[in-house]
Every structure is written in C-alpha cells, then in structure tokens.
C-alpha cells in the first residue's frame, strides 16, 4: 500500500509565507511526477504545480514566482514554499503523485493526499 500524508497548512496574513509537505509513505517502487492542486469552496479543484522525477517544474500562471514546488526524494516528500500570499490562494491544498508500487512496479498509479486548509486573511 502507498499513501500520501500532508501538513502545514494554517491561517496566514497577505503577503505571508506557507509552507506545505506531502509524504509518500507504504510499499514504493518509483514516484513520478508529483503536484500540488487546490480546491476553493465552490470552486473545482484546480492545478497549481508539478515537479517531474527529473525535477522539471510547472505552475499555474496565478503563482508563477510566488510559489516553489520542490521534491525530497530521500524523503518520498514534495514540497510547496508558498511566499507573498493572497486571499485568492485560500484552499483546500491537496498533493497528488504518480506513484508505483513495489509489488507492482514499474506500473505507477495516481495517489492524493488527504488535503490541508490554507487560509489568506487579514
């Protein structure tokens, strides 16, 4: 079994810092490409950004030069450093990894993390 355990989110001012983890954890082979996406109240859940295993990274135009996403692979963790918040960025952030497990590599499968609040107010 593969699982992904996220953490740090919290409730921060605009123009604060944040920074989110997500944990692999269980039976891994390889992990592939990992991404952050965020879901707002009443709003589909959208991508934010993604780091291949080759560390290649993309981001949503919305956080492009705000947000850094970065990968631990000792660690099986991804990372999101959020800087210079906005109320916009308060979601539900989810971390989301292609993942493959050792019983069954090199065929990988999507797994989510359980989602952490992040709350922009002043």
């Known amino acids: 079994q593969v699982q992904l355990v996220e953490s740090g989110g919290g409730l921060v001012q605009p123009g604060g810092s944040l920074k989110l983890s997500c944990a692999a954890s269980?039976?891994?082979?390889?992990?592939?490409?990992m991404s952050w996406y965020r879901q707002a109240p009443g709003e589909q859940r959208e991508w934010v950004a993604h780091?291949?295993?080759?560390?290649?990274?993309n981001y949503q135009d919305s956080v492009k030069d705000r947000f850094t996403i970065s990968r631990d692979n000792a660690k099986n963790t991804v990372y999101l450093q959020m800087n210079s918040l906005k109320p916009e960025d308060t979601a539900v952030y989810y971390c989301?990894?292609?993942?493959?497990?050792?019983?069954?590599?090199?065929?990988?499968?999507?797994?989510w993390g359980q989602g952490t609040q992040v709350t922009v107010s002043s």
């Open positions: 780091i291949t295993s080759r560390y290649t990274t």
């Open positions: 269980g039976s891994i082979g390889s992990i592939y490409t």
């Open positions: 989301n990894a292609e993942i493959s497990d050792r019983s069954t590599w090199p065929r990988a499968q999507t797994y």
